[in-house]
T-cell receptor, first 115, second 116 residues
Framework: GAGVSQSPRYKVAKRGQDVALRCDPI?????LFWYQQALGQGPEFLTYFQNEAQLDKSGLPSDRFFAERPEGSVSTLKIQRTQQEDSAVYLCASSPRVWEDNEQFFGPGTRLTVL | AQKVTQAQTEISVVEKEDVTLDCVYE???????LFWYKQPPSGELVFLIR??????QNEISGRYSWNFQKSTSSFNFTITASQVVDSAVYFC?????????????FGTGTRLQVFP
């Protein structure tokens, strides 16, 4: 079946612009995660949804970052008033359930460049 | 605090050599999962293996094998008879038991280059 998809794949924004990044998880997957990956680093956790509930947003770096998953499927990560330090690859992952089936399947990512 | 350390930043080998990627983790939990992911040049993270903290049996899958040792908090990954297609960045990750999240804590990755 289809994997996790993300759009756009590349986004260039001028500093101060708002951006919205979309994630389509694997159908039926309960859990959805967002990670931020800076160049040469491992992914870092941003936020987690179980169905439509955002259960953990401890990794969001500032209040400019906001995520939603209103119907428990597609998710959007929004960054307001982008800054140069927001430049990174934003990865979305989904997994079937918590714990027993908790391997996460990742999308291709959105590469955000803030000028 | 939870932490994953991959001390090897970059490894270069010639095809058919065996190579071991090291992973050391820190956690206060007694129940946790360990993972390995591969990130080829295309950028998409590919799941390789998951191991829970109660299962210390080593695992082999084709040319890949994993050695989990709780006594040294290590979960090392060996590729036997490496191939050029194995060239990628490999990440080790930790997930702890928590009522509200299965988030992964990643190491900084090891870049493996396999030369023909």
């Amino acid at each position: 079946g289809a994997g996790v998809s993300q759009s756009p794949r590349y986004k260039v924004a001028k500093r101060g612009q708002d951006v919205a990044l979309r994630c389509d998880p694997i159908s039926g997957h309960v859990s959805l995660f967002w990670y931020q990956q800076a160049l040469g680093q491992g992914p870092e956790f941003l936020t987690y949804f179980q169905n439509e509930a955002q259960l953990d947003k401890s990794g969001l770096p500032s209040d400019r970052f906001f995520a939603e998953r209103p119907e428990g499927s597609v998710s959007t990560l929004k960054i307001q008033r982008t800054q140069q330090e927001d430049s990174a690859v934003y990865l979305c992952a989904s997994s079937p359930r918590v714990w027993e089936d908790n391997e996460q399947f990742f999308g291709p990512g959105t590469r955000l460049t803030v000028l | 605090a939870q932490k994953v350390t991959q001390a090897q930043t970059e490894i270069s080998v010639v095809e058919k050599e065996d190579v071991t990627l090291d992973c050391v983790y820190e956690t206060r939990d007694t129940t946790y999962y360990l993972f390995w992911y591969k990130q080829p040049p295309s950028g998409e993270l590919v799941f390789l293996i998951r191991r829970n903290s109660f299962d210390e049996q080593n695992e082999i899958s084709g040319r890949y094998s994993w050695n989990f040792q709780k006594s040294t908090s290590s979960f090392n990954f060996t590729i036997t008879a490496s191939q050029v297609v194995d060239s990628a960045v490999y990440f080790c990750a930790l997930s702890e038991l928590s009522y509200n999240t299965d988030k992964l804590i990643f190491g900084t990755g090891t870049r493996l280059q396999v030369f023909p």
